[in-house]
C-alpha cells in the first residue's frame, strides 16, 4: 500500500495538492488518497502534478489565495454548526488563520473542544471575560481579522445584527467590527421567508454586509424544505476567496461590463399553462458568478429558474423571450455578452385570456405557435454589439456542424457547444461536456462541473482582453 505524508512534502508540491484539492472540491487528505488510489491501479509511481488538471482553475489571478489570510469565524446556534468544522479544516488547508467566537447557543451544538481541536487556537466565547477584556478583547478580535465569517448564521443573530444589538461577545464584536462581514445563514424556511427576517436581510445587504446562501432543499426537520440550507462549506470557501480578492485589489475584468442570459423562458399558454424546456439555469449563474469574481459589472437576466442567485450581479428576472430580449437591448452598451439562456423557439400567436377549458373531453385541437425573436443573432448584428458575443448551442446530434452555422449565422464570436441529448444529463445536471467554437477552430474540453465551464471560460475572456489591450 502506497503512502505519503503531506507534512513531509516539499511546498512546491504541498501548493499544488492544495490547488488540485481546492479543483475538485476535496480536502487535500481526500485528494492525496485519491491519487494514491489512481497510483496502485496504474501501478505507477505517485506523482502529484505541479499544476491542476485539467485546466488551471483553481489558480486563476482573480481566485485569491488564503494564505496568512485572517479569518474570524462566528458560530452562531443552528443545527448546521457541525459544517462549521468542516468549514474550519477547509479554510486551514488553504494557509488560512481561523480564530472562532461561539455564541452560547452554538456550544449546544458543537463543543468548544472539538473547535479548538481544529483551530489549534483559544474559542472565544465570553464577553465579560477577565482573562481576555482586560485589554478590551472584543475590540482586538474586531480589528486583527482580514475578514469575519459567520457561519451558520441564525435568524437571532442576522436580527441582532440589523437593530444594532450588542449583548454578547458575538454580536458586540460585530457591531464594533471595521471588518468585511460575510454571512452564511442556515434556518427553517419560514424563519427565512418571515418578514422580519426578509427586513433584517434588506438591511444588512445595504449596510454593505455580504451573502453566501442560504440554498434551496431538505431540511433537518423532515418535511420541510425550501431556502434555508446552509451553503456548502466550499461554496462559502469560494465567497471567502471572493471578499479577500475584492478587498486586495483590482481584477482582470474590472471596468469591464458583461450581460448574460440564463435558464429556461416561459411562453404562457394561458393563464395557468407555458411552453418551457429543462434549462436548469445552472450553467448561465455559474458564468455569471464567474464572471463578477473576475471584477466584471454583470447583469444577470434570467428566465424562471430554481436556484440561488450568483453574487455580485445585478438580477433582471423575467419570463418570456420577448421580455429577455427587451431587457438585453436595455442592457447595452456592454463589453461582452453571452447567451446562455435556452430561449424557447416559440410562442403562442396568442395566449388566452382565461385559462382553456376541456371541452367534452377533448382539448383545444392545436396551439397556433409563432417564432420568437432570436436574441443571440440580434446582438451579434447590433450597432452597440459588445466586443466579446458568445452564444450557447444545445444540441442532441451533429454538435460541431451545428456549432459552427451558429457561429456564422449569428455573428458571434465564440459558440459553446454542448451535447444535451438525455443521456448525458446535462439539462438539469452539474456537469457539461462542451466544444468552444472559434473563428479559429473547435476545442473539446474535458467533461467538467458547470462552474469550472464558468470558470475556464472567464480565464478564456480575460486572455481575449490582454491580446485586445496588447494590440492596441
Ligand atoms: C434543535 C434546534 C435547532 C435550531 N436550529 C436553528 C437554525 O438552524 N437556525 C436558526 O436561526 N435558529 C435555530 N435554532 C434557534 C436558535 O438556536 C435560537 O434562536 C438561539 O437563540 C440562537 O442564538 P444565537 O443567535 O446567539 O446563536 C435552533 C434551535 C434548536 C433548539
Known sequence: MASITIRNLDETTKQALRERAAHNGHS???EARLLLGQAELASEPIEVATSPT???LSSTNFDASLDGKRILLIISGGIAAYKSLDLIRRLRERGAEVRVIMTEAAQAFITP????????????????DRNTEHDVGHIRLSREADLIVIAPATANLMAKMAGGLANDLASTTLLATNKPVLIAPAMNPKMWNHPA??????????DGIGFIGPNAGEMAESG???????????EIVGAIQAMIGEIEGPKPLSGMRAIVTSGPTHEPIDPVRYIA?????KQGHAIAGALAKAGAEVILISGPVNISDPKGCEIIK???AREMQKMVETALPADIGVFVAAVADWRTVKSADEKLKKKDGKGPSSLKLTENPDILKGIGHHKLRPKLVVGFA???EQIEKYGKAKLKRKNADWIVANDVSPETGVMGGDDNSVKLISKEGVETWPKLTKQQVAERLVERMVAFFDVETIEI
Do not use: I, K, W
Not at 427576517?197 to 444588512?204: Q, W
Not at 424546456?277 to 439555469?281: E, F, K, P, V, Y
Open 197 to 206: 427576517t426578509r427586513r433584517n436581510h434588506r438591511t444588512l445587504l445595504s
Open 28 to 30: 487535500m487528505e481526500e
Open 318 to 320: 423575467v419570463q418570456t
Open 113 to 128: 473542544l472539538s473547535v479548538g481541536a481544529l483551530t489549534g487556537d483559544t474559542v472565544f466565547t465570553e464577553l465579560l
Open 54 to 56: 485539467p485546466a488551471n
Open 277 to 281: 424546456n429543462r434549462s436548469s439555469g
Open 394 to 396: 444545445a444540441e442532441t
Open 224 to 234: 420541510e424544505a425550501g431556502f434555508g440550507r446552509m451553503a456548502e462549506p466550499m
